[in-house]
């Protein structure tokens, strides 16, 4: 069983949701990244979405844009990436997904870039980029070695939605707004409704992750009573970030995730 | 190839999207297909690209510049003759009508030189719609004129400040703006790109370019042994090659050298670029070691792209098409010569493709033809010309 199916059946268990937190590798630089995981880890994080810079990130609001650049600017480089994913990996079991762009993955080739990522401890793949049509040699490269989480929109159509669960594993991403990454308010009436029927197309057979725009614990808790199996917040972290000192960082990343991470264990 | 309807030319092509965008694409493809053939839609549309835009714009003999070179005749198509002075109004025109169709109120589009948002602007002007363009801020400054321009036709200019700031930029920024509109907006893309079906309906709005020198080389009894075009992304390329890739003519297409393949400081993807994915497409890419996109260069911002149109990345590969590539210096020689010796000022894109016309010309009999695709016009370009001048005054 994969980390992050068997994240989803002990959080089942216990009874909570999986809070999902996102960051850019190599930013605000490398030493930072394994600092701040080990304050998502000790806030309660359950999984971490690591992301890897590409330098055309058309699904990312500016948040994540800028952080892309910076990153990319301090030279992270696919190697360096898999070393800091190996550091992480000697200090914990969290499952670890790569956000990235397709780009990064065909050029070095699919079937090499997933046997190194899984072997440094990825354990999943999200590619906003990729359409279910041209997957066919990302799936075959991965196969039972990761788990391929396809995205979701509010506006896919029931039949597609049959069709992307059944290539993906771990969880389904949901995309809770039209529009790009980054901190948003409120929660929109069709983001609702999307989450019932996403849950009701899937009958439980995956579970389902809400993102895009979620920043704050008061959105989690309501995306979480809209019957979200999972949340996933990343803009609101880079914005922490940015202004937190380096001393702090650890610290103030786990508090922050910690307030997040409380409103997905249910209080009965 | 024709339709491909399974959106890939060979390897290339495809459609690589966000999730949001599926339905708008789905959507697009299937009015494009409806209304394709429509008799309604194709005779309204002849009529704006007639009386609108000017269709069938001249071929032109450059006689003085052929007798000059002592080789074969070179024959101009003339796309700089057209309503906004570039090849870009045939296919605005065929897009903002099929938006209308789908009812669509709102229209966004990106643009590099400029000429892609003007020709839009007055495309969306004449039929009643609303057009915003995106363009990379290092863009707004070096084609500043077109910039009024489009403010003149009505049309908001949003200037990108993201990476390198020029077409690439404005391209990404059209797509953030698309996912977050998809309902109300449609995407007037400019180039021979993007995800499918972009390529191909693109292609089918400039093939009037490569249909009517057909015609008017038919007409004085001559068939064209070389057809020339400049590829950035490829649209005027795709337009006059694609009705000829089944003649007998050698087919070039120019890619935008900059200051020479070695420098890492050109355009030339089909030249020096390899495989990869961007903008929704599988095709030909200047890239690093990494996967990471690489900043562009070119004396014309029409170049100025890391990518091209995946069906002449599979006529790269296919050897159908021979892709060459000319510096920014052959360009102002190019430039400087067509202006004198005919009177006619090239758009610096055009005016890669004389360099590669007067090369052949000088290779070839008298009795040869060489068309040469003419995008556009150079006013746009004089200033630029000008700088290039004087900071490099030949002593």
Redesign the interface.
């Known amino acids: 069983m994969s980390r992050i199916k068997k994240k989803f059946a002990e959080l089942k268990a216990k009874n909570q949701k999986a809070l999902i937190s996102y960051i850019m590798v190599g930013y605000p630089n490398e030493k930072d990244t394994v600092s701040i995981v080990r304050g998502l880890v000790k806030g309660g994080a359950d999984i971490i979405e690591l992301g890897f810079p590409f330098s055309d990130p058309i699904a990312d609001g500016p948040v994540i844009q800028n952080a892309s650049t910076i990153s990319l600017n301090k030279g992270t480089k696919i190697s360096k990436f898999f070393n800091i994913v190996k550091k992480i990996r000697k200090e914990t079991e969290i499952p670890l997904v790569l956000m990235t762009y397709t780009n990064i993955l065909y050029h070095k080739g699919y079937p090499k870039f997933i046997a190194e990522a899984k072997k440094a401890g990825i354990d999943g793949f999200i590619l906003p980029d990729m359409s279910i049509e041209e997957s066919k040699e990302y799936l075959k490269a991965t196969k039972s070695n990761a788990d391929t989480i396809f995205l979701i929109s509010p506006n896919t159509s029931k039949t597609r939605i049959q069709k992307i669960a059944k290539v993906s594993t771990g969880f389904l991403y949901l995309v809770a707004v039209y529009g790009t990454t980054g901190v948003k308010t409120g929660i929109k009436n069709y983001t609702i409704k999307a989450i019932k029927n996403v849950k009701k197309q899937t009958k439980g057979k995956i579970p389902v992750g809400v993102g895009f725009g979620i920043s704050t614990p008061e959105d989690v808790k309501k995306y979480i009573n809209a019957g979200a199996d999972a949340v996933i917040v990343g803009s609101a972290y880079l914005k922490l970030i940015e202004k937190t000192p380096q001393n702090k960082l650890e610290e103030k990343v786990s508090s922050f995730t910690k307030s997040l991470k409380k409103q997905t264990i249910s209080k009965k | 190839m024709k339709y491909p309807s399974n959106?890939r030319f060979g390897e290339f092509g495809?459609?690589?999207?966000?999730?949001?965008l599926?339905?708008a694409i789905e959507e697009l493809e299937e009015n494009y297909l409806k209304f394709k053939n429509d008799k309604n839609f194709k005779k309204e549309l002849d009529y704006y690209l007639k009386v609108y835009a000017g269709r069938p714009t001249p071929l032109y003999y450059a006689k003085n510049l052929s007798e000059k070179l002592g080789g074969g005749k070179i024959y101009l198509k003339r796309e700089d003759l057209l309503h906004g002075g570039a090849h870009k109004i045939n296919n605005t025109l065929g897009q903002a009508l099929l938006a209308k169709k789908m009812k669509k109120k709102r229209i966004i589009a990106e643009t590099g030189a400029g000429q892609h948002g003007v020709a839009t602007a007055m495309a969306c002007a004449a039929l009643g719609l609303k057009a915003e363009v995106y363009m990379g801020y290092k863009d707004t400054i070096r084609q500043k004129l077109n910039v009024f321009r489009m403010d003149l036709l009505g049309c908001k200019v949003h200037p990108v400040y993201?990476?390198s700031k020029t077409l690439?930029?404005a391209i990404?920024e059209a797509?953030?703006d698309w996912?977050?509109?998809?309902?109300s907006t449609y995407y007037l893309l400019g180039s021979a790109v993007g995800p499918h079906p972009y390529p191909v309906m693109v292609r089918d709005f400039q093939r009037v370019i490569g249909d009517e020198i057909k015609m008017q080389m038919k007409k004085i009894n001559k068939t064209p042994d070389t057809v020339i075009a400049c590829v950035g992304g490829g649209s005027n390329a795709i337009g006059t090659f694609y009705p000829l890739v089944d003649s007998n003519a050698e087919i070039i297409g120019v890619e935008a050298a900059g200051k020479g393949l070695k420098s890492k400081l050109h355009s030339a993807t089909l030249s020096a670029g390899?495989?990869?994915?961007?903008?929704?497409m599988?095709t030909y890419?200047l890239?690093d070691k990494?996967?990471?996109?690489t900043e562009t260069h070119s004396i014309s911002a029409g170049l100025d792209y890391p990518g091209v149109g995946p069906e002449h990345a599979y006529y790269k590969d296919t050897k159908r098409i021979k892709y060459h590539s000319a510096t920014d210096a052959e360009v102002i020689d190019a430039f400087l010569l067509l202006t004198r010796e005919e009177g006619i000022i090239p758009a610096l894109e055009s005016a890669h493709a004389i360099v590669e016309a007067i090369k052949v010309a000088k290779k070839s009999k008298r009795s040869e033809s060489i068309v040469v695709t003419l995008s556009g016009r150079g006013d746009k370009d004089v200033e630029e010309v000008q700088n290039y001048l004087n900071k490099n005054v030949k002593n």
């Open positions: 959106g495809g459609k690589y999207i966000p999730e949001t599926v339905p993201s990476g690439k930029d990404n797509i953030r996912i977050t509109n998809v309902e390899s495989k990869g994915v961007l903008h929704g599988m890419l890239q990494e996967g990471q996109i």
